[in-house]
Nanobody
Framework: QVQLVESGGGSVQAGGSLELSCTAS???????MAWFRQAPGKEREGVAS???????SYADSVQGRFTISRDNPRRALYLRMNNLKPEDTALYSC??????????????????WGQGTQVTVSS
């Protein structure tokens, strides 16, 4: 199974920016990859997804502020976050699947997960 490791989390002021990275090891077709987040007391939610062709999708809450990208040769996934809000505070995890998901931002569609990196946005 593929192993995923996130990095780049930290603490920022509202309105600031941050970039998350996810590196993969092991074999996976990984046609689809995504970022999810979960805050204390909240359910996990999909943030953004991307396929090998660069086709992307975003949650309404981050549309226009976050940008997902991938570097296939390096087997890396990125999430550029701009104009961060306190509501963005959460543990961010990357995920991957070799199967085309029916719902790209639905967690059960993904079978490989990282442990997450914390993002904290202060008001």
């Amino acid at each position: 199974q593929v192993q995923l490791v996130e990095s780049g989390g930290g603490s920022v002021q509202a309105g600031g920016s941050l970039e998350l990275s996810c590196t993969a090891s092991g074999y996976i077709a990984a046609h689809y990859m995504a970022w999810f987040r979960q805050a204390p007391g909240k359910e996990r939610e999909g943030v953004a997804s991307i396929d090998t062709s660069g086709w992307t999708s975003y949650a309404d809450s981050v549309q226009g502020r976050f940008t997902i990208s991938r570097d296939n040769p390096r087997r890396a996934l990125y999430l550029r976050m701009n104009n961060l809000k306190p509501e963005d505070t959460a543990l961010y995890s990357c995920a991957a699947t070799a199967t085309r998901p029916n719902q790209k931002l639905d967690a059960p569609e993904y079978n490989s997960w990282g442990q997450g990196t914390q993002v904290t946005v202060s008001s």
